[in-house]
């Protein structure tokens, strides 16, 4: 297991207290030696252990010489509470990153994302709402809540044409298939269901035999199923379930046939997929399992930053964003700031942009550019 590398850490409100003069503090820290810390002021580091640089007022790129270790730290450069008395457990934006959709308690907020001003309401679950997804055509927002029900809404008037009603215990994901023709709903009640969205049938059910935390679509270019009436562009889904037994399903999303399965030592709460074989998967114990579909049974690596549980993995233009229940939301080379060790539920990245929705009643934009995380951190720095 990769947990002996260091990490470093930040004064969530950096970019806040340098605007003061103030000093801020920094660490680095690895799971098996204490940690070190340290000041940073807007003239530089208060010791000779540590170097920065600060190449925009949202970025400041910190090295701990020590240990060798470099990180860039992102301040958002949005930063808003839609429902200042309920907590985002999810976030998504419109593919033009003109919109946001999250959660105030059972009801739905649809927000401009330049400036964080609702511009409807959605009100009709009987239950707080625990996802969101708007289609391709960014009109329709998808819906899942602990009523049970997944709700389809138009974006344009704020009507419901369509509830989805079969679950019998809280949604906890939702996948669109393709342009929205079919949709997923995963369950606590240990079902993944595929549906017809306009007739609102429930085509397929999965059986998972557990709680399934996190839903992950994959297209893959080497299996093919029977699709059965109602579907469209199934035939090479695959349907990857990161479940509360430990256990992560892969199955035929048209068929529900179960192609293969990995078993970890803890609860499973996210998944992502990265390629047609590779997915990651995170767990309550803090690891984040990379698998190769062609051998799941041995994961590809397995590595730990900390002991907090992993909430959410990502995979977007060549970025693997993760979050945990104690605040820290990352990338290769870059972390995220904003909360205060307060968990962050959701990630969602979208044309150079990552949102976050943290226990804090936060919604945080950050612009992080479109440079892939293969390139050096000055080519990431460059794109902010």
Same mark, same amino acid.
């Given at each position: 297991?990769?947990?002996?590398s260091?990490?470093?850490?930040?004064?969530?409100?950096?970019?806040?207290g340098?605007?003061?003069?103030?000093?801020?503090?920094?660490s680095?820290?690895?799971?098996?030696?204490?940690?070190?810390?340290?000041?940073?002021?807007?003239?530089?580091?208060?010791?000779?252990?540590?170097?920065?640089?600060?190449?925009?007022?949202?970025?400041?790129?910190?090295?701990h010489?020590?240990?060798?270790?470099?990180?860039?730290?992102?301040?958002?450069?949005?930063?808003?509470k839609?429902?200042?008395?309920?907590n985002?457990?999810?976030?998504?934006?419109?593919?033009?990153?003109?919109?946001?959709?999250s959660?105030?308690?059972?009801?739905?907020?649809?927000?401009?994302v330049?400036?964080?001003?609702?511009?409807r309401?959605?009100?009709?679950h009987l239950?707080?709402?625990?996802c969101?997804?708007?289609?391709? =055509?960014?009109?329709?927002l #998808?819906?899942?809540s %602990?009523?049970?029900?997944?709700?389809?809404w +138009?974006?344009? *008037? /704020?009507s419901?044409?369509v509830?989805?009603?079969?679950?019998?215990?809280?949604?906890?994901q939702?996948?669109?298939?393709?342009?929205?023709?079919?949709?997923?709903?995963?369950?606590?009640?240990g079902?993944?269901?595929?549906?017809?969205?306009?007739?609102?049938?429930?085509i397929?059910?999965?059986?998972?035999?557990?709680?399934?935390?996190?839903?992950?679509l994959?297209?893959s270019?080497?299996?093919?199923?029977?699709?059965?009436?109602?579907?469209?562009?199934? =035939?090479?889904?695959?349907? #990857?379930?990161?479940? %509360?037994?430990?256990?992560?399903?892969v199955? +035929?999303?048209? *068929? /529900?046939?179960?192609?293969?399965?990995?078993r970890?030592?803890?609860?499973?709460?996210?998944?992502?997929?990265?390629?047609?074989?590779?997915?990651?998967t995170?767990?309550?114990?803090?690891?984040?399992i990379?698998?190769?579909?062609?051998?799941?049974?041995?994961?590809?690596?397995?590595?730990?930053?900390?002991?907090?549980?992993?909430l959410?993995v990502?995979?977007?233009?060549?970025?693997?964003?993760?979050?945990?229940?104690?605040g820290?939301c990352?990338?290769?080379?870059?972390?995220?700031?904003?909360?205060?060790? %307060?968990?962050?539920?959701?990630?969602?990245?979208?044309?150079?942009?990552?949102f976050?929705?943290?226990r804090?009643?936060?919604?945080?934009?950050?612009?992080?550019?479109?440079?892939?995380?293969?390139?050096p951190?000055?080519?990431?720095?460059?794109?902010?």
């Open positions: 297991m990769g947990d002996s260091t990490y470093l850490s930040l004064q969530h409100d950096w970019k806040e340098f605007k003061h003069s103030e000093k801020v503090w920094v680095a820290h690895s799971l098996s030696q204490p940690s070190v810390q340290s000041y940073l002021k807007t003239s530089g580091p208060t010791d000779n252990e540590w170097s920065m640089a600060q190449p925009n007022p949202h970025t400041l790129s910190i090295t010489k020590t240990s060798n270790t470099s990180a860039v730290f992102l301040a958002p450069s949005v930063e808003y839609p429902s200042p008395k309920c985002p457990v999810c976030v998504d934006v419109t593919s033009t990153v003109s919109l946001g959709a959660p105030s308690g059972k009801d739905v907020m649809v927000w401009e330049s400036n964080g001003i609702v511009r309401l959605l009100v009709g239950a707080d709402v625990t969101t997804k708007f289609f391709p =055509s960014n009109l329709v #998808l819906t899942g %602990e009523d049970m029900c997944v709700k389809i +138009s974006i344009e *008037d /704020g419901c044409p509830t989805l009603t079969g679950h019998k215990r809280a949604i906890t939702l996948q669109i298939v393709e342009k929205g023709r079919n949709v997923v709903s995963s369950s606590l009640d079902t993944i269901k595929l549906w017809n969205c306009g007739t609102g049938a429930c397929n059910t999965i059986q998972c035999n557990s709680e399934v935390n996190d839903i992950a994959l297209t270019s080497t299996y093919s199923g029977p699709e059965g009436e109602g579907q469209v562009l199934t =035939s090479d889904k695959l349907i #990857l379930s990161a479940c %509360e037994s430990g256990v992560l399903y199955h +035929s999303l048209c *068929d /529900g046939t179960l192609l293969s399965q990995y970890h030592t803890s609860p499973l709460t996210t998944v992502t997929s990265v390629s047609d074989n590779v997915v990651i995170g767990s309550t114990s803090g690891e984040v990379t698998l190769d579909l062609t051998n799941i049974s041995e994961p590809l690596s397995i590595t730990k930053r900390s002991n907090s549980s992993v959410c990502r995979y977007n233009a060549g970025r693997l964003w993760v979050s945990h229940k104690d820290a990352y990338t290769a080379g870059v972390e995220l700031c904003g909360g205060n060790c %307060e968990a962050v539920y959701d990630v969602v990245c979208k044309e150079g942009w990552v976050t929705s943290c804090d009643r936060c919604v945080r934009g950050y612009k992080i550019g479109n440079a892939d995380t293969t390139s951190l000055s080519n990431i720095l460059d794109s902010v």
